[in-house]
């Protein structure tokens, strides 16, 4: 009865490689979101999707691609791993319009590109 | 662009004592929310305070909101062993929900 669950939790590779994540919510909600925790726990938002469609797209390479298939479900895909996108990527989800905006929080996948 | 800043950016304290961070933020915004991240696992949402707000309580949590100073503070009675964490601020500002996080206070608290 996870909430948000992500999936792989670990993922290891080498660079130039692509790779996807995957992340699920059952909690109902409309909106979800990926964030990027660096290895100074810094947390940066990357993208948030509102029934499907993209509503936030910060500064982020190209090279990761979010899609959203259903409401429940926000993957995301990254072309031609680099070093430097060795990180902690959560998924979190909420419902807009509730007046309460709290974000529900996957446990992280943690990539580590080598 | 960074929203929030925390500090201190450590604290260790002995159990039963309490704990105190604070938050600075830079822009006007609608509602300021702390978070707690245990050692290798997500974030829990631990209280969310709006704009028009000043204190709130939940459990042995208290957090204030000073929108003129733009600071906030996160207050933890009574702290206990399970309460060592690393705490987030995060603000929302504008209409997408967009959470825009500190760094980061990591709270030790010895038994």
């Known amino acids: 009865d996870t909430a948000v669950s992500q999936t792989p939790k670990y993922l290891v590779t080498q660079m130039g490689n692509d790779k996807s994540i995957k992340c699920e919510q059952n909690l109902g909600h409309d909106t979800m979101y990926w964030y990027k925790q660096d290895s100074k726990k810094f947390l940066k938002i990357m993208f948030s999707?509102?029934?499907?469609?993209?509503?936030i797209n910060e500064t982020v390479p190209n090279r990761f691609s979010p899609k959203s298939p259903d409401k429940a479900h926000l993957n995301l895909h990254i072309n031609s791993l680099e070093l430097g996108d060795s990180a902690v990527y959560f998924c979190?989800?909420?419902?807009?319009?509730?007046?309460?905006?709290?974000?529900?929080f996957g446990p992280g996948t943690r990539l580590l590109v080598l | 662009s960074q929203q929030g800043e925390e500090d201190p950016q450590a604290l260790s304290i002995q159990e039963g004592e309490n704990a105190t961070m604070n938050c600075s933020y830079k822009t006007s915004i609608n509602n300021l929310q702390w978070y707690r991240q245990n050692s290798g696992r997500g974030l829990v949402h631990l209280i969310l305070i709006r704009s028009n707000e000043r204190e709130k309580h939940s459990g042995r949590l208290r957090v204030t909101l000073d929108t003129s100073k733009k600071s906030s503070s996160l207050l933890i009675t009574a702290s206990r062993a399970a309460d060592t964490a690393s705490y987030f601020c995060?603000?929302?500002?504008?209409?997408?929900?967009?959470?825009?996080f500190g760094k980061g206070i990591t709270l030790s608290v010895r038994p």
């Open positions: 995060a603000t929302v500002a504008g209409a997408n929900s967009k959470l825009t």
């Open positions: 999707y509102n029934n499907k469609e993209l509503i």
């Open positions: 979190a989800s909420s419902q807009l319009g509730t007046g309460g905006e709290t974000q529900y």
